[in-house]
Nanobody, 122 residues
């Protein structure tokens, strides 16, 4: 059974940093992409960025470009989201997910984690 588990939940002040992790178990993804999404209260799930698994190329939403960095450790089946210069608008539940091809569309992702809360105070 494939499981994706996010960790790194926290409360930080605006301007601060936080690092999220995503650990995959039950399967080793050989290709595709690993992505991050977020969902704020009352809003739809939004794309944050992805990394092409095993290649390392990344792509980000404009709202986080230059502030967030995605990295991956394929050997350990882990992905990371380093978030810097956090803003209150970044407050959301953050999810990691896998897709077979590069895409920002959440419906194309086939495996999802349960989410982890990030709260940025002003």
């Amino acid at each position: 059974q494939v499981q994706l588990v996010e960790s790194g939940e926290g409360v930080v002040q605006a301007g601060g940093s936080l690092r999220l992790s995503c650990t995959v178990s039950g399967r080793t993804f050989r290709n595709g992409v690993m992505g991050w999404f977020r969902q704020a209260p009352g809003k739809e799930r939004a794309f944050v960025g992805y990394i092409i698994w095993g290649v390392g190329s990344t792509y980000y939403a404009n709202s986080v470009k230059g502030r967030f960095t995605i990295s991956g450790d394929k050997a350990r089946n882990k992905m990371y989201l380093q978030m810097n210069s956090l803003e209150p608008e970044d407050t959301a539940v953050y999810y990691c997910a896998h897709a077979a091809f590069p895409t920002a569309a959440p419906e194309a992702y086939d495996y999802w984690g349960q989410g982890t809360q990030v709260t940025v105070s002003s």
